[in-house]
């Protein structure tokens, strides 16, 4: 978290007669102390350095045995040194003369044991010879009472920077301000800064000792009161309140860390979260509403170390609650005002001073800067001549564009002016006309003059809060009010947002019916074209937001109305990454379903832009939104899931199709991984818990009354029957996993189910039962007997249903396993029935050539076998009509193929007339006959005619009658497709991947030579693949570099210039390709590849090359092939060059030095090559795990680099390791923003 070096240690700590050094390890000792629970009035101290101490500057009575740090494993008496150097000779006598000092003396014999600290670092070996000699002394002054001492030890430098490590917030207690957090004792001061004295108020001493309960780490407390708030109107004090009760508690000073920023608050404490060694006491000031909710997240899992107190401004109230322990503050009464202004400002009159409370009605920041500010003025003719805030403020604000200015940030809660919040500062300059700077400049001015800006973090508000509604009626005048339609809409939605809370805070009724007003009329105008504008749905979005009440029914309704081609029409994006008018939408009512009062509405809205969808390509669609609504888990909604199906059943009694009861039905009855975390807060209210069931009961409950309602839906809808059943079947596992089978077997088993959905079943129970049933998991549960069960009760008693229950099986499934392994199986027994009674195989012969039979083919292939006698052809060609499947046919023909001469007749006859009359249709049919009937020819004509394409014949080659296709008819075959211009151009991915499976398929075949070695075929592949390039996608990429490198292996050099080409292309894709091509023939190959990877990479088109890294494959080259293409190479050819060479890398346990770069470095070195090999070796990487302890890490062992004899090499070190060291900064916020958003789920 914070961190200091021994140098800086020593900087802060020495000199000063030691002072400085007392003080800190005083306050460490203390801190643990503290942490321990101890009484205070057991530790002692020396408070002033130049006093004898008899040898001990502080004592401890007693041992903290639970601490972390070591050294007080007994009651403890330490001395101090504060010096940074030593002398051993003269160290070692000096600290015996002080453990032989009286007091030293008598509390060693008491069984104190001695520490000696000091500011120097010792080495161990000198460290140890120093502790026998402590030793010796405390055994000598033991030895005059009889028994042992406790053992004295040496804390050095180094041991307290390691104690630092495990106290990292004690750095702040030394430093003041690290960033911006800053040290209690700093804070305190700046607190003080406009009245000194603190006079405490007796209303708000319970509240005192609420803070100092509160941080008592050994009191413990709940998770959910981990963080405690305090709350109030700005200006009544409550920073000063927290301040002094922090201050009071002897021995945190060095626990407290304070921020006014947000976001490092939240960072900090997912550091702390993370580190089991770190313990903090944090005060976030100034902290939001969702910080509040996301630091309790953040720290509740480590409540006994951490303890958050978060100061919020007034408008918590008008947030909605939440469940952390909160405070009001109130405004200070007349007789505490007084007293605070008449102890630190005694000057003033009495008269005057009670002037000054009465006009500051208890902003207590509002009464010292009157006090203050009015220095040198006469303070009772100015309190007798201002009676109201008004006049107050025209005193003080006399510049009229200052006046505007606290005025215009008087219109919101808040206004953001750096980091992400900067534009709300650019929105500022817009509404006021004046420029940025100017704005800066002022407000800076306003700040140290009245103090009635305030900066807090990355904010400015108006302050105290006696001010705000003066300051607010002249914003409002000033900016809003003659021009309220352009003021808002210069606004974004944030601001809209606290704009609207000041209105009703601050307004009155008559600025408040003005607004409301406005809105109303922008939500009654909008007509269905303005929901195509972005820019206006986005305002309506953010005015809806502002009172959901009143406007979410009114965009609901009318999107209700819109046409389907309306729908359409509502776009996604505008360009430039701007996203469109359907994104704005989708978003609020994905979390305007978040509130039970406007489910219905959301649920209606989405469903109505689900129905016409344009964002497929995005996670949470409307469409998608929509179907998780119906989850039982991660619903993101609070509604209850009967209160939700009640919904869905309305939705089903509409119009609904097809698809969206697929959507529906998976939801509420499947297995659902995850969802989105809902925001804290949304539309200025608290986003109440996502519903989730209570139980395994209450889920099981949840999934009975989905079956029940699929169940009717059915029966009810027919339409939707089929679809239905898909879903159940798909999700049985689950449904089994989750004890609800029976369930679905008796819902089921009350329809009227046709035989093909009680087919569906048994095969799907088959398949589970075969695959997961047997597993440990589930064997011998109720559920998988009821499941068993069911299979006895659908099992197929006739061949018909079992031939049908097997042919419709999913053609991979487990039911085919003894199949595969070569075993017979059920298809084996069905054939052997089948040739034994052929009559009731025939009568089922259509039903095998349907859709629905999809692993007829297996038993095509088994029955092909069995039918040596040809028994079934004519009956199986008689059998099919012009919609019939060719999957069952295919199959009885392969193996007529391969153990038959010839063909009978009738299937030559049918095959030849469906290639007649559908060459494409037939094909899978012509795949499988081959040569038996001489159809190549055939098919070369029906290419020429453009009835057929490549993608129609690119299995050939792998299958042409039960092998692949032979060369001399994949040249053919390439040529009749690669030689006709106008098909190339329409077909090149094609046909490049037609190319690729002729060479891989006769790799199988004993041809594999003949094919790649012929010079006609590398000549049209070679020319096909230079004319294919521009229009290449990423399917066939891949098959292009591989053909290319197949025909290269192949001694066709020539290719080489079709990778020169690839890599100037702008095809990303192909490029990174090519190089891992060019890397495999590296090592044949290497002056070539040296020289098609180097003349691309100076040439003009190898812009890639120079914008990316490409050192494995100058690694894979030759190191003298590549020094001598860089011979002779200009220094701005070497640069890009230097880009890609080879960097240093972990070998074993030191860094290796790559002697390529070694030498290209000796040679060629400069400070511009160095930029270059730093840019390519960091342009991009894989990191698994947390980031920043890695780059840590990387940049240590870089170390061993910096006294390498290549100077070249040593700054290459330094400068990595400067960017690593940042690099591991920077990440180290990105991960505690990660923390931030995982711990707050």
């Not at 919101?412 to 006309?433: A, I, P, Q, W």
């Not at 002022?442 to 300051?471: C, K």
Request: proline fraction near 4%; aromatic fraction near 8%.
């Amino acid at each position: 978290m914070f961190r200091i070096d021994h140098r800086t240690l020593q900087a802060h700590l020495s000199g000063d007669g030691g002072g400085p050094f007392t003080h800190f390890v005083d306050e460490l000792i203390q801190l643990e102390a503290f942490m321990a629970g101890m009484p205070m009035d057991r530790f002692h101290r020396q408070l002033r350095v130049n006093i004898g101490d008899g040898g001990v500057d502080t004592s401890l009575e007693i041992p903290i045995l639970d601490s972390s740090v070591g050294w007080f494993d007994a009651p403890t008496c330490w001395q101090y040194k504060a010096e940074s150097t030593y002398d051993l000779k003269s160290l070692v006598p000096e600290i015996k003369r002080e453990m032989r000092k009286s007091h030293a003396t008598k509390l060693i014999q008491e069984g104190y044991a001695y520490r000696f600290c000091m500011l120097a670092d010792i080495p161990d070996d000198k460290t140890q010879k120093v502790e026998t000699e402590m030793l010796s002394v405390a055994t000598e002054i033991w030895n005059k009472t009889g028994g042992s001492p406790k053992r004295p030890r040496l804390v050095d430098g180094a041991d307290l920077q390691n104690w630092i490590e495990l106290r990292p917030t004690a750095v702040l207690s030394l430093t003041g301000q690290t960033g911006e957090f800053l040290s209690l004792r700093s804070w305190v001061a700046n607190t003080r800064d406009l009245t000194p004295d603190y006079v405490s108020s007796p209303a708000a001493a319970g509240m005192f000792e609420r803070i100092r309960a509160h941080v008592n780490l050994q009191q413990t407390v709940s998770g959910s009161d981990v963080c405690l708030t305090i709350s109030g109107l700005s200006g009544v004090g409550k920073t000063r309140f927290v301040a002094e009760a922090l201050d009071s508690i002897e021995g945190a000073h060095a626990l407290v860390v304070q921020t006014a920023n947000d976001q490092q608050a939240r960072e900090l404490a997912a550091r702390a979260a993370e580190d089991p060694r770190a313990t903090l006491v944090l005060v976030a000031d100034e902290c939001s509403p969702a910080s509040v909710r996301s630091l309790q997240g953040l720290a509740a899992a480590s409540s006994d170390r951490i303890r958050i107190i978060a100061i919020e401004h007034f408008e918590r109230l008008t947030s909605g609650g939440a469940s952390q322990q909160e405070t009001w503050l109130d405004k200070l009464p007349p007789e505490t005002t007084n007293a605070i202004l008449r102890t630190n400002f005694p000057e003033v009159p009495d008269e005057t001073r009670k002037r000054i409370v009465v006009l500051s009605d208890g902003y207590i920041r509002f009464a010292a800067l009157i006090c203050r500010n009015a220095s040198g003025l006469n303070l009772t003719d100015l309190t007798q001549t201002i009676h109201s805030v008004s006049q107050w403020v025209d005193h003080y604000l006399d510049d009229d564009v200052d006046c505007d200015l606290v005025g215009a940030i008087a219109l919101f809660s808040r206004v953001g002016f750096r980091d992400e919040f900067r534009c709300e500062l650019e929105s500022l300059t817009e509404l006021t006309s004046i420029p940025i700077r100017e704005i800066e400049r002022r407000v800076e001015r306003i700040r140290n003059r009245t103090g009635f800006v305030t900066q807090q973090g990355q904010f400015w508000y108006v302050t105290p809060e006696l001010i705000a509604p003066e300051m607010f009626r002249r914003g409002w005048k000033a900016f809003a009010e003659n021009d309220l339609d352009g003021f808002v809409k210069r606004l974004p939605p944030a601001m809209l947002e606290q704009f609207k809370r000041r209105v009703e805070y601050y307004g009155g009724e008559e600025v408040a019916a003005q607004v409301a007003g406005y809105f109303r009329s922008v939500m009654d105008r909008l007509s269905i074209d303005d929901l195509f504008n972005a820019d206006i749905v986005e305002f309506v979005v953010s005015i809806a937001k502002l009172d959901p009440s009143r406007h979410v029914r009114r965009v609901a309704d009318l999107l209700e109305s819109c046409s389907d081609e309306d729908i359409g029409r509502i776009g996604t994006s505008v360009g430039s990454g701007s996203w469109g008018p359907r994104r704005h939408l989708v978003w609020m009512f994905e979390k305007m379903a978040l509130f039970p009062e406007f489910f219905r509405d959301a649920e209606r809205s989405l469903f109505k832009l689900a129905r016409y969808e344009t964002e497929e390509h995005i996670g949470n669609n409307a469409t998608k939104v929509w179907a998780t609504l119906w989850q039982i888990h991660f619903s993101n909604t609070p509604l209850p899931f009967d209160k939700r199906l009640a919904v869905l059943r309305e939705r089903f009694e509409d119009s609904i199709s097809v698809e969206f009861c697929e959507l529906a039905v998976d939801a509420m009855i499947g297995r659902t991984g995850g969802g989105p975390v809902p925001p804290p807060f949304y539309a200025g209210r608290s986003v109440p818990d996502v519903w989730s069931p209570e139980s395994r009961d209450n889920e099981r409950q949840c999934l009975r009354t989905a079956i029940h309602l699929s169940a009717e839906l059915m029966k009810h809808k027919p339409q939707f029957s089929e679809t239905i059943l898909d879903v159940l079947l798909r999700n049985l596992l689950w449904l089994v996993d989750r004890d609800v089978v029976a369930v679905l077997k008796d819902s089921l088993s009350g329809l009227d189910l046709s035989s093909s959905q009680r087919l569906r079943i048994y095969n799907t129970l088959i398949e589970n039962d075969r695959r997961y049933f047997s597993h440990a998991d589930f064997e011998g549960t109720e559920s998988v007997r009821v499941a068993r069960d069911w299979i006895d009760s659908l099992r197929p008693t006739n061949f018909e249903e079992q031939l049908r229950s097997v042919c419709s099986s999913d053609i991979w499934g487990e039911r085919f396993l003894p199949e595969n392994e070569g075993k017979p199986g059920e298809i084996n027994e069905l054939v052997q029935f089948a040739v034994d009674n052929p009559d009731k195989l025939k009568a089922s012969l259509g039903w095998l050539s349907t859709d629905e039979a999809i692993a007829a083919r297996r038993f095509g292939v088994k029955l092909g076998q069995a039918d040596t006698d040809l028994v079934f052809a004519d009956a199986i060609v008689n059998s099919l009509t012009p919609d019939s499947s060719q999957e069952f046919v295919a199959g009885y023909l392969s193996s007529l193929v391969k153990h038959n001469s010839s063909l009978p007749t009738s299937l030559r006859d049918f095959v030849g007339n469906e290639f007649a009359s559908s060459p494409r249709h037939a094909m899978g049919l012509v795949e499988v006959v081959g040569n038996k009937m001489d159809m190549f020819p055939k098919i070369l004509a029906a290419i020429e005619n453009d009835d057929l394409s490549s993608v129609d014949v690119v299995r050939l080659a792998y299958n042409f009658g039960g092998h692949p296709l032979p060369s001399e008819q994949s040249l053919q075959l390439l040529e009749s497709i690669a030689n006709d211009e106008a098909r190339f151009d329409r077909e090149a991915n094609w046909t490049v991947r037609l190319i690729h499976h002729l060479i891989m398929a006769n790799r199988h075949g004993e041809t594999e030579q003949n094919i790649v070695a012929s010079p006609e075929f590398r000549t049209v592949c070679r020319e096909t693949l230079r004319r294919a390039v521009p229009q290449l996608d990423r399917h066939s990429v891949g098959e292009w570099c591989k053909i290319a490198t197949k025909l290269i292996q192949a001694g066709d050099l020539e290719c080489f210039e079709l990778f020169e080409k690839a890599l100037g292309a702008k095809y990303l894709t192909l490029c990174r390709k090519s190089l891992d091509s060019l890397e495999e023939l590296a090592e044949s190959y290497p002056v070539e590849v040296m020289d098609c990877f180097g003349s691309t990479l100076i040439g003009e088109s190898g812009l890639y090359l120079r914008v990316h890294v490409c050192d494995s494959l100058l690694d894979a080259l030759p190191k003298r092939v590549v020094l001598d293409w860089c011979d002779g190479k200009s220094a701005k050819e070497l640069k890009m060059i230097a880009r890609h060479m080879p960097p240093p890398y972990q070998g074993g346990t030191s860094m290796t030095v790559p002697e390529l770069l070694d030498e290209f470095l000796r040679a060629h070195g400069t400070d511009e090559i160095l930029a270059e090999l730093h840019a390519g070796k960091n342009s991009s990487g894989v990191w698994n795990g947390p980031l920043s302890p890695q780059l840590r890490d990387e940049a240590e062992r870089l170390v061993s680099l910096m006294e390498h004899p290549n100077r070249w090499i040593q700054r290459y070190a330094v400068l990595e390791r400067e960017y690593l060291l940042d690099w591991a900064e920077r990440e180290q916020l990105r991960e505690a923003n990660e923390a931030i958003e995982h711990r707050t789920k």
